[in-house]
């Protein structure tokens, strides 16, 4: 399961990163009426990916540290509110 879950992302990264680098690539030549030629993005044509990339790089590293402690409180909510199995032996 987990090295067909790598493949696949590879896979849809391999198609998705070059659409997305293609589609935030220059800017100030594609939209002049909101990217100015003098302004970052006219002078750094590529900012625009690398800004988007990077924030969606910080989104996920704060996901991962929080998803885990959310988790965790969540499963040990779940474990208390069984009954353990040793609790039960006695009934087989």
Known sequence: ??????????????????????FFA???????DIFSQDSL???????????CMSAFAALIAIVCIWLPVYLLDHLLY????FPSLWSTWGFL
Do not use: E, H, N
Request: aromatic share 16%.
């Open 1 to 22: 399961m987990g090295i067909s879950l790598v493949s696949t992302t590879w896979g849809v990264g391999l198609i998705v990163g070059p659409s997305v680098g293609g």
């Open 26 to 32: 220059q800017p100030a030549d594609k939209y002049p």
């Open 41 to 51: 993005f006219g002078r750094f044509p590529y900012i625009l990916y690398c800004l």
């Open 78 to 81: 779940f474990l208390k509110s």
